[in-house]
């Protein structure tokens, strides 16, 4: 039992802020990378960011310089904070943790439900 809980999107207006949230519970021996990931009906789910259980972190290039990713470990939790949001980050944002569930497993891609955010004035 693996749960992916999201929160924190929402509505806001061009040039706002956001800060979601994505906490793993449930059976986990390890967490390997957890990260965010959007999609919309006109393109394919596309990579956010990424943070490695050491902190590094690999971001889209259009979304350098404004968003944040960070991780807490104890918490099993990632944050994405986004700021100076644009109408083209509209998208669903999907919370992804890959993890593995006993020392004798591999690790496996466990995906939230997503959440909305919206950017429109």
């Known amino acids: 039992q693996v749960q992916l809980v999201e929160s924190g999107g929402g509505l806001v207006q061009p040039g706002g802020s956001l800060r979601l949230s994505c906490a793993a519970s449930g059976s986990i021996f390890s967490i390997n990378t957890m990260g965010w990931y959007r999609q919309t009906t006109e393109k394919q789910r596309e990579l956010v960011a990424v943070?490695?259980?050491?902190?590094?972190?690999n971001y889209a290039d259009s979304v350098k310089g404004r968003f944040t990713l960070s991780r807490d470990n104890a918490k099993n939790t990632v944050y994405l904070q986004m700021n100076s949001l644009k109408p083209e980050d509209t998208a669903v944002y999907y919370c992804l943790a890959n993890l593995r569930r006993s020392r004798f497993s591999s690790t496996m891609d466990y995906w939230g439900q997503g959440t909305q955010v919206t950017v429109s004035s």
């Open positions: 943070i490695s259980s050491g902190g590094n972190t």
